[in-house]
């Protein structure tokens, strides 16, 4: 799922091209992706663009007359920046947005379907989409804190809550507490106050170079390969590669359609944390650390 970083480069990119443009029409490749009904579709066509905002994971296109078309990509929703009036590209191709100069494409390589478009009218009604997580990238480390321990949660979860943080999932999350050097299953409400200064600065840090990164990937160009795996990284989608600070074997707890990726050296002292699925499976042969899981044989 894009993240802030990739939707921050998403957002720069759309203000330049579309900001001041005027919103000829929404065509429509999956008419299920549209959610509102009220103001009808055709309201949004002819009015223009004012500006383009990121609300948490999701895009927002501020139109004239107190309009807000509201873009959720979610895991497999992409934006493509095309010459105009092109047209919708097979089964990926939900919704164009057609302009003078160019249509955005937006496009999902899924069989679920999930991404998503609303259009509502008015500030009230837009603020719904806002779950209320702090920016991270303006938090003074009393804020973070203040957000990081309002409830009892890991690490993990806390990073990736909406309500919590705007804009972290999976995949910064796992490069955050790696850089940070913190277990992805501790307390919120156990960490030291050494540890929270840590976990901020990494997750100011990780971000901002991250939005560099793809700001230069991009070359002025639209960002087309948005993704959540990506080589630079350090241990996000790495598992079983050796991490890049000290060469072990990078591990991973699976949970759902989530899964944490984490280096037992740089971040757990050693201490392998226990997979459900090859608990079960291992039993009471279940490695508690990364020497024994080495040589065991399992860890290659």
Request: aromatic share 6%.
């Amino acid at each position: 799922m894009p993240e802030l970083p990739d939707i921050t480069v998403y957002v720069e990119s759309l203000e330049a091209r579309i900001k001041g443009q005027h919103l000829e029409e929404i065509r429509l490749g999956n008419p299920f992706i549209l959610r509102t009904f009220d103001p009808p579709l055709s309201a949004a066509f002819g009015k223009t663009v004012e500006g383009v905002e990121r609300i948490g994971k999701r895009i927002n296109l501020a139109l004239e007359d107190d309009l807000f078309v509201v873009i959720h990509l979610m895991i497999a929703g992409r934006l493509h920046w095309k010459k105009p009036k092109s047209k919708l590209p097979g089964r990926v191709g939900h919704a164009a947005f057609d302009f003078a100069n160019g249509t955005l494409l937006l496009t999902e390589a899924s069989t679920k379907k999930r991404a998503s478009i609303h259009l509502v009218k008015g500030r009230t009604a837009l603020a719904a989409f806002d779950r209320g997580g702090l920016e991270p990238l303006s938090s003074s480390l009393s804020s973070f804190q203040a957000a990081l321990t309002r409830e009892n949660r890991t690490l993990k979860r806390a990073l990736t809550d909406p309500r919590l943080f705007s804009g972290i999932g999976n995949a910064y999350s796992d490069e955050i507490l790696h850089r940070a050097r913190l277990s992805p299953l501790i307390l919120t409400q156990k960490l030291s106050h050494e540890e929270a200064v840590r976990l901020h600065n990494a997750t100011m840090a990780t971000l901002n170079e991250w939005i560099e990164r793809l700001r230069r990937e991009a070359g002025g160009g639209f960002p087309e390969k948005v993704t959540a795996f990506r080589e630079e990284m350090a241990v996000h989608g790495k598992f079983g590669k050796p991490c890049p600070v000290c060469g072990t074997r990078v591990q991973r707890i699976v949970y759902a359609e989530n899964e944490s990726n984490y280096c037992p050296r740089c971040q757990t002292g050693g201490k392998l944390l226990s997979d459900r699925s090859l608990a079960r499976l291992l039993k009471g042969d279940w490695p508690r650390t990364i020497d024994e899981l080495e040589e065991s044989g399992l860890g290659k």
